[in-house]
């Protein structure tokens, strides 16, 4: 009960501060985009060229030293890591090719249809549907394997680049981009935008927010807990748009959104798949970074990988709609996707029947037992 | 009174919920003992076997937990 309470209060919470982010500054329906967001971070470090979304956005550095902070606390920072990194980082930056092309990360996949746009109508059942898929693999025994303690250096990868890009937007020195023009340019004051990353990441470390786990939770085992969460997130977000008069119902003219029906659903089925196969949102990814899990650090690097990618090769969707090159790519990675998710599952099921062979010929009564 | 012990040290979730809900789920089990390495394992499963109509106990052993679940 106890449990439930923490996760409706967070979502309350968490709502409140997207819509504050947005009537300070940041982009329409973006109080918080975690692929966005790192997208701006990969366009102001220079990995990709494309002048309007180039900006460090103190709410990834808020996010992830949030996490640290509230993990040290409660005892629960450990150095961990070592389970299919390079997997991983790859599944990372198809998480974000993927997010690219719809634009936006789940998260604000819920922020639009909370802004009334109908084009994330379209991607909810897409991203549900890439979820429902990596659901199949898990059940038949997906595992990327166990992860295991790692130097205690490694833990402190994700703060450290976290406190270094902080350093980098407070001292603004010239090598660093700022977008003049376009959402990059559209930013809430940086002192707020850092306060806000730390209250929401101390928030979701504490009730492992995830949008990807709340719909899988469901599929999986008929468990609510994290959708509550989401559902409540998505109801204040709603009503507080409807409130400031920020509500416009439609397909048409919606903030930093296209109206390809097909590719949206189609990117969001990529998202959910990636991010089932990697155990967690973009925004999950950041908060167990913080904890010191090094896959997950592993797993921001390639989605700020992928950010890069997109821009460069000018895959990214926009308000134009999806390019051809963005959808070719979407169709790829979802066979990759596939690929990734059959190859990995065979292994597995071919290593639990040897396991069972080996222990029938050892123990022909019963596994373990005891009286 | 058959049991089992599942080790999930080092899996993350929902892995180990997974394999803990599976052993519950086999017939003639009545206790299942789930070692795991992380709270938010430790927590999921623990929720995941109450929701079952499951008892469950919690015992810290280190760095790791061992839950005993009994139906």
């Given at each position: 009960?106890?449990?439930?309470?923490?996760?409706?209060?967070a979502?309350?919470i968490?709502?409140?501060?997207?819509?504050?982010?947005?009537?300070?500054g940041n982009?329409?329906n973006?109080?918080?985009?975690?692929?966005?967001?790192?997208?701006?971070?990969?366009?102001g470090l220079?990995?990709?060229?494309?002048?309007?979304?180039q900006?460090l956005?103190?709410?990834?550095?808020?996010?992830?030293?949030?996490?640290?902070?509230t993990?040290?606390?409660?005892k629960?920072?450990?150095?961990?890591g070592?389970?299919?990194?390079?997997?991983?980082?790859?599944?990372?930056?198809f998480?974000?090719?993927?997010a690219?092309?719809?634009?936006g990360?789940?998260?604000?996949?819920?922020?639009r249809?909370?802004?009334?746009?109908?084009n994330?109508?379209?991607a909810?059942?897409?991203?549900?549907?890439g979820?429902?898929?990596?659901?199949?693999?898990?059940?038949?025994?997906?595992?990327?394997g166990?992860?295991?303690?790692?130097p205690?250096?490694?833990?402190?990868?994700?703060?450290?680049l976290?406190?270094g890009?902080?350093?980098?937007?407070i001292?603004a020195p010239?090598?660093?981009?700022?977008?003049?023009?376009g959402p990059?340019?559209?930013?809430?004051?940086?002192?707020?935008s850092?306060?806000?990353?730390?209250v929401?990441?101390?928030?979701?470390?504490r009730?492992?927010?995830?949008t990807?786990?709340?719909?899988?939770?469901?599929?999986?085992f008929?468990?609510?807990?994290?959708?509550?969460?989401?559902?409540?997130?998505?109801l204040?977000?709603?009503?507080?748009?409807?409130v400031?008069?920020s509500?416009?119902?439609?397909?048409?003219?919606?903030?930093?959104?296209?109206?390809d029906?097909?590719?949206?659903?189609?990117?969001?089925?990529?998202?959910?798949?990636?991010?089932v196969?990697?155990?967690?949102?973009p925004l999950?990814q950041?908060?167990l970074?913080?904890?010191?899990?090094g896959?997950?650090?592993?797993?921001?690097?390639?989605?700020?990988?992928g950010a890069a990618?997109?821009?460069n090769?000018?895959?990214?969707?926009s308000?134009?709609?999806?390019?051809?090159?963005?959808?070719?790519?979407?169709v790829?990675?979802w066979?990759?996707?596939?690929?990734?998710?059959?190859s990995?599952?065979?292994q597995?099921?071919?290593?639990?029947?040897a396991?069972?062979?080996?222990k029938?010929?050892?123990k022909?009564?019963?596994?373990v037992?005891?009286? | 009174?058959?049991?089992?012990?599942i080790?999930c040290c080092?899996?993350s979730?929902p892995?180990?919920?997974?394999?803990a809900?599976?052993?519950?789920?086999?017939?003639?089990?009545?206790?299942?003992?789930?070692?795991v390495?992380?709270?938010?394992?430790?927590?999921?499963?623990?929720r995941?076997?109450?929701?079952?109509?499951?008892?469950?106990e919690?015992e810290?052993?280190?760095?790791e937990?061992?839950?005993?679940?009994?139906?």
């Amino acid at each position: 009960m106890k449990e439930k309470t923490t996760i409706i209060t967070a979502g309350i919470i968490i709502g409140i501060i997207t819509i504050a982010l947005v009537i300070l500054g940041n982009p329409a329906n973006m109080g918080y985009c975690i692929a966005c967001f790192l997208r701006d971070i990969a366009g102001g470090l220079g990995l990709h060229r494309a002048g309007v979304v180039q900006y460090l956005r103190p709410e990834i550095m808020g996010l992830v030293l949030g996490a640290f902070l509230t993990a040290f606390i409660f005892k629960e920072f450990k150095s961990t890591g070592g389970s299919g990194v390079v997997l991983r980082f790859f599944l990372g930056a198809f998480m974000m090719m993927g997010a690219l092309v719809f634009l936006g990360c789940p998260w604000r996949l819920l922020l639009r249809l909370a802004g009334g746009d109908l084009n994330a109508l379209v991607a909810v059942p897409g991203y549900i549907f890439g979820i429902w898929v990596g659901v199949i693999f898990l059940r038949q025994g997906y595992t990327l394997g166990p992860a295991g303690n790692q130097p205690r250096l490694s833990a402190l990868v994700g703060p450290l680049l976290a406190v270094g890009l902080l350093i980098l937007v407070i001292a603004a020195p010239a090598f660093i981009f700022f977008s003049e023009e376009g959402p990059g340019s559209m930013r809430a004051p940086l002192f707020i935008s850092l306060f806000a990353g730390l209250v929401v990441g101390v928030l979701a470390q504490r009730t492992r927010f995830c949008t990807m786990g709340a719909f899988r939770d469901i599929l999986l085992f008929r468990d609510f807990h994290l959708f509550s969460g989401v559902a409540v997130l998505f109801l204040t977000v709603l009503i507080g748009n409807l409130v400031t008069g920020s509500f416009s119902l439609g397909f048409l003219n919606q903030p930093v959104a296209h109206t390809d029906s097909l590719w949206n659903f189609l990117s969001m089925g990529v998202v959910g798949l990636a991010a089932v196969l990697a155990g967690g949102c973009p925004l999950r990814q950041l908060i167990l970074s913080g904890e010191g899990n090094g896959d997950a650090t592993a797993t921001v690097l390639g989605l700020v990988f992928g950010a890069a990618i997109m821009h460069n090769f000018g895959w990214a969707g926009s308000p134009a709609g999806a390019p051809v090159g963005g959808q070719i790519m979407v169709v790829v990675v979802w066979l990759i996707l596939l690929g990734i998710g059959f190859s990995i599952t065979r292994q597995a099921l071919a290593e639990s029947r040897a396991r069972a062979e080996r222990k029938e010929s050892e123990k022909p009564v019963e596994s373990v037992q005891r009286a | 009174m058959t049991s089992k012990i599942i080790d999930c040290c080092g899996l993350s979730c929902p892995e180990p919920v997974i394999q803990a809900r599976k052993a519950m789920q086999e017939t003639g089990l009545n206790q299942v003992n789930v070692r795991v390495n992380a709270t938010v394992a430790r927590d999921n499963v623990a929720r995941a076997a109450r929701q079952m109509g499951w008892q469950v106990e919690i015992e810290p052993r280190g760095e790791e937990f061992l839950l005993t679940l009994t139906r």
